[in-house]
């Protein structure tokens, strides 16, 4: 399909047929061993200019150890899509040493090559930096604090430019939480970008491959070889590391004055919770045993902010109920309830964090903060009653139960409805270099409204 700005959320981005050009990438016959597809980069990277890959097998490709060593680290990476990982290896007739990750996705095997590009005692020190940023990510306990000494670490262990927390929020949208960056570079700190930004397919393979490089934004594609017969199946991979990257995104990032990234995900609870956005200005491959190191950090990184949610969460719970409980002792026996929630609907709005609430009980109206106008309210608590059901009823964007909300949509209860949550990376799309807008978080898109509480 040609891909546009009108349909990149149906983009197959798993199936590009295509890698980027720092590697290079042997698709395998699981049973026989022999390569089907290879890059056009494999034949250089694996000094065999002059004889064709298909069809061999693996051994005779890589050598008998080489292929032994990697079929041994598929093995005990225990599962189908989980990749084995050598580094270090040497092959015959190759001065060069290479790190290779192989994985089994669907009908095939897949071996990842990269030529070493630092010391051989690198796999250990990525090991042992990997480590200290565990014993100092788990000293902080809240949310926040996890967030912003990560963005600290993952910068100083990979060397962006920039190391961004994005926190996904509950419509999709993120906020960036934490920020690490170069002196020069502008702050993006608590901005947001609309949930558009990310499509679905680009989420999903954020979830099932957690980590994920573009050494050069404007690199060109290097194809599999050969063509994929007409009528069978696409090369899937969805958990390849070397995969090509959709050219709106590779032209989102320039927009943005980014020539190389990393995106490393963040997963709670089996839900992709954010993502560890890493960006340079120049163009930048970060060597295997660092993003490995970086992946390990990153699931313990994501264990921390589980814990750090459930421990708020309950501290949360247990204030809510103290706070109950003074407003419940305050009420006077036989007090007539709509008077009492009047009364007291300064504290019960604490409960929540919100701009505004109000109550209505037997067509009476009582409110305080940002809520809508009082003409407007009997209409609106008439459709709310009907939408609820005789249930509990809650919405982020007033607007999208129809006509009947007015201006005031827009200012109560606006999430995702907002009008000025756009994708300005999409906009920006169509226009070189619009610097300072980072994956669609434009000043204005970045205050959006809390939820506004109806009682």
Not at 39 to 57: F, I, V
Not at 150 to 158: E, F, N, S
């Amino acid at each position: 399909m040609t891909v546009d700005l009108t349909n990149c959320d149906r983009e197959p981005i798993h199936i590009p047929g295509s890698i980027q050009p720092h590697g290079a990438m042997l698709v395998c016959d699981p049973t026989t061993t022999q390569v089907v597809y290879a890059s056009q980069t494999a034949e250089d990277l694996l000094g065999k200019r002059n004889s064709s890959l298909h069809g061999l097998s693996l051994a005779e490709v890589l050598g008998a150890d080489a292929a032994h060593d990697l079929r041994n680290a598929a093995a005990k990476a225990g599962g189908s899509h989980m990749a084995g990982v050598l580094l270090g290896v040497s092959l015959p007739n190759l001065d060069v040493p290479i790190d290779a990750v192989i994985h089994r996705h669907k009908d095939w095997v897949f071996i990842e090559i990269e030529p070493t590009s630092i010391q051989s005692s690198a796999a250990k020190d990525a090991l042992d930096m990997t480590q200290n940023l565990v014993r100092r990510i788990g000293l902080e306990s809240t949310v926040d604090d996890i967030a912003r000494i990560g963005a600290r670490l993952i910068r100083g262990m990979l060397g962006y430019d920039r190391v961004m927390v994005y926190r996904f929020l509950h419509n999709g949208a993120g906020r960036v939480i934490a920020e690490a960056k170069a002196s020069h570079l502008e702050s993006f700190m608590g901005q947001h970008f609309p949930a558009s930004d990310i499509p679905y397919q680009a989420r999903r393979l954020y979830l099932v491959n957690t980590i994920r490089m573009i050494g050069d934004v404007n690199f060109a594609p290097v194809p599999l070889e050969p063509p994929v017969r007409d009528g069978a199946e696409p090369v899937d991979m969805s958990f390849a590391q070397l995969r090509s990257v959709s050219p709106i995104h590779c032209e989102y990032l320039r927009n943005m004055g980014v020539a190389a990234s990393m995106s490393i995900s963040v997963v709670v609870d089996g839900e992709l919770w954010g993502l560890i956005s890493c960006h340079h200005d120049t163009p930048k491959v970060v060597p295997m045993p660092l993003r490995v190191g970086a992946e390990l950090f990153a699931q313990y990184f994501s264990m921390q902010m589980a814990l750090a949610e459930r421990r708020s969460a309950l501290v949360a719970a247990n204030e809510a109920r103290e706070r109950l409980g003074i407003i419940a002792g305050e009420i006077a026996p036989g007090e007539p309830l709509d008077e009492a929630l009047s009364r007291h609907l300064g504290e019960l709005s604490s409960l929540i964090a919100s701009d505004g609430a109000g109550v209505s009980i037997n067509d009476s109206w009582t409110a305080i903060g940002r809520t809508p106008p009082p003409d407007d309210i009997v209409a609106l608590v008439e459709k709310v009653r009907y939408l609820a059901d005789g249930n509990v009823w809650a919405t982020t964007d007033l607007r999208a139960i129809g006509e009947l909300v007015g201006d005031y949509g827009s200012e109560v209860a606006g999430g995702a409805g907002h009008p000025d949550l756009v994708s300005f990376a999409r906009l920006s799309a169509a226009v070189p270099q619009r610097r300072g807008i980072p994956g669609g978080m434009g000043r204005r898109a970045g205050q959006a409204n809390r939820q506004w509480s109806l009682g």
